[in-house]
């Protein structure tokens, strides 16, 4: 195993360690850690001199505003249920059938995100 | 706040081994009282943490939990035999229930236990990792101890907790050893 230490204040840890595992491939890759703005690329006995190149370029093109599809999906969660939590139903009696209609269809989108479905 | 490390050498020292009809001097006697205030005052070396950012990795192989650092690495010179090592610290062992994240411990870049290491854990919810481990038969000297940590699959994401501000989970490990 070989490491390469790449100073990257500012990253979104998940996210970069997607593209990298995709970009360098699982027979290369072999893992990442991060602390202190400091990245340190993992490589495998198998990685080439190219791989440190390829790891560097990913590192250098990453873009730490983008999120995995489990952070989205656990910021969705979070939202329903604050959705939920602050929903106010003291009108629920004099809403028309149509306004009910979208109040459950919410409600279940909703459950369906913290559900996970 | 910052990171804290203590490190304490051993002042022990080979005891003197009387002959029949030997004089008993202030020095020899000095050397036992020396001995004795060893045995109150061993080696040890702890490293408190409070750091800006947690630490984090994906990685499959044993690395060092602070590969960017030394915080989590202690140097201690002891008089040989055993020591004792612990660590207590919140952590996240993974992104994913399908992940395992390992702990290990290294003395003169050697890991302690070989396979998954001392101890292992797949939840996904944060909690308390707390182990000691008993190192023995060290030779007198200088040795280095380190805290090691590695996943499953690179898809998981182990993460201890430093004291960095993340809500409900500024907590502060602790890494120390102790000559015994």
Same mark, same amino acid.
């Given at each position: 195993m070989s490491d390469i230490r790449i100073d990257a204040p500012g990253i979104n840890f998940e996210k970069l360690n997607e593209e990298l595992r995709t970009g360098l491939g699982e027979t290369v890759y072999g893992g990442s850690s991060y602390h202190a703005g400091v990245l340190i690329v993992h490589l495998t006995a198998?990685?080439?001199d190219a791989d440190a190149g390829r790891a560097r370029q990913i590192v250098s093109a990453h873009d730490a505003s983008q999120k995995t599809a489990g952070q989205v999906a656990a910021e969705e969660k979070t939202a329903a249920l604050a959705r939920l939590r602050e929903m &106010?139903? &003291? &009108?629920w009696a004099d809403a028309t059938a149509d306004e009910q209609m979208v109040v459950i269809w919410q409600v279940l989108k909703d459950m369906q995100a913290i559900l996970g479905g | 706040m910052a990171s804290t490390k203590t490190e304490s050498d051993t002042s022990w020292a080979t005891p003197h081994v009387f002959t029949a009809g030997e004089l008993v001097t202030s020095t020899i006697m000095n050397g036992l009282k020396d001995n004795v205030l060893a045995l109150k005052d061993p080696a040890y070396g702890v490293a408190d943490i409070d750091e800006a950012s947690d630490y984090t990795t994906t990685s499959t192989a044993w690395v060092d939990v602070d590969g960017a650092g030394a915080t989590l690495t202690l140097e201690v010179e002891t008089g040989g035999g055993n020591v004792l090592v612990g660590f207590t610290g919140g952590m996240?062992? @993974? @992104? @994913?229930?399908a992940y395992y994240m390992k702990l290990n411990i290294s003395v003169d870049g050697t890991d302690?236990? $070989? /396979? /998954? $290491?001392?101890a292992a854990s797949n939840a996904t919810e944060r909690e308390v990792v707390s182990f000691v481990w008993l190192v023995t038969g060290l030779s007198a000297g200088r040795h280095t101890f380190k805290l090691r940590w590695k996943m499953s699959s690179a898809s998981g994401t182990g993460t201890l907790y430093a $004291?960095? $501000? +993340? +809500? /409900?989970?500024?907590t502060h490990p602790q890494f120390w050893v102790m000559e015994v």
């Open positions: 198998e990685a080439a &106010d139903m &003291d &009108d | 996240r062992p @993974s @992104s @994913s229930a302690v236990a $070989g /396979d /998954d $290491g001392i $004291g960095a $501000g +993340t +809500t /409900d989970l500024d």
